[in-house]
């Protein structure tokens, strides 16, 4: 495919592009189809592009969670990225594998570590997909099912089939899969706020080189922009002065566990975006560097053989050292911490 974004100087101006969704892409979301063959292209680009209607699917304006289909027409708006940018987006991502958990013939699941992006986008050239796919060359079809932070660690699924990309992600539009989360907070939660029920707005900051930041707060029931999510918490244990809490999430916003903890006075630990800077400073002194946040159990429906799956990742190291430096860790069964 000819390259759809000018970069590299002195070429022509970049000129709108037609797309058409092949068989093997039919299926995909239009952000993840687009993040594709836009490399190099930051992710609020992307999605600003779609917003303002610039991005057309059969002439019409589209959303990002919206699925292309094969013979889908897709307009793509004339896009500039910088020459070195361009060139880091074209270099091969490095192979690399992942921890598996489980692997068959049609999925995967990994245990995604702590800095590594999910996918490349948002100055970053490359995430886990990518080097799993040039690890990996005789699977062609392997596919995010779904996402988790960069910072956040833990169960990550990939499809190598698309009939079984499509049911995994009808289970987690429709609220089928069960995702808890071990999160450490600052001070000690309440062990009766079990629920928090609060609408989440997602706007953009500037930040000073042209592309906005995205962000996420708390906003009133009434407010039309809100979007309804819902977060479960359950305390582990404390560990001294913070508590471990089991975090399973109804909705799948983005940094849903981090804006609802942070809204109730207990911010995750280690949150560079979210948290208390001046706790995460003393944290980082006392050996977290990172944030405290892992995706530690996943249950959902295998696509083939439709039975129960439930998937967990064990609590990484760096981080049961640091419960263990604070309090020695108190045995329960259901825990792998």
Not at 136 to 142: C, D, E, F, V
Not at 277 to 298: D, S, T, V, Y
Request: charged share 25%; proline share 7%.
């Amino acid at each position: 495919m000819n390259h759809i974004i000018g970069a590299l100087a002195p070429t022509p101006t970049p000129s709108v592009k037609t797309l058409t969704v092949d068989e093997d892409s039919a299926g995909q979301r239009l952000d993840n189809f687009l993040m594709r063959h836009l490399k190099g292209v930051p992710k609020t680009h992307v999605y600003r592009i779609i917003r303002s209607g610039e991005v057309r699917v059969n002439k019409g304006r589209a959303s990002a969670e919206q699925r292309v289909e094969a013979g889908d027409l897709i307009r793509l708006p004339p896009v500039r990225i910088s020459a070195q940018v361009q060139a880091k987006a074209d270099a091969p991502a490095p192979a690399r594998e992942f921890p598996v958990l489980m692997e068959d013939e049609c999925m995967m699941a990994i245990d995604k570590p702590a800095g590594v992006a999910v996918h490349g986008g948002s100055g970053v050239s490359f995430g886990v997909i990518e080097q799993l796919r040039r690890a990996r060359p005789a699977s062609t079809n392997l596919e995010l099912v779904h996402r988790l932070d960069r910072e956040t660690s833990g169960v990550l699924l990939v499809a190598k089939k698309r009939s079984a990309l499509k049911n995994l992600q009808d289970q987690f539009r429709d609220r089928e899969t069960g995702k808890t989360y071990l999160a450490l907070v600052l001070g000690l939660w309440p062990s009766n706020k079990k629920v928090i029920d609060s609408p989440l707005f997602k706007y953009t900051v500037e930040n000073g080189v042209g592309e906005g930041e995205r962000r996420v707060k708390v906003v009133g029931k009434d407010d039309p922009n809100g979007m309804r999510s819902i977060t479960l918490v359950r305390v582990a244990r404390t560990v001294g002065p913070y508590t471990l809490l089991e975090v399973t999430i109804k909705t799948g916003r983005t940094h849903q566990i981090r804006v609802h903890l942070a809204s109730q006075g207990h911010p995750i630990a280690g949150d560079d975006k979210y948290g208390d800077f001046e706790q995460n400073k003393i944290l980082q002194k006392m050996g977290l560097k990172r944030m405290f946040l892992h995706a530690w159990q996943l249950k959902f429906q295998h696509p083939q053989s439709h039975r129960l799956v439930t998937l967990q990742a064990p609590l990484p190291p760096e981080l049961k050292n640091f419960v263990d430096s604070v309090q020695p860790p108190i045995i329960q069964p259901h825990l792998d911490v």
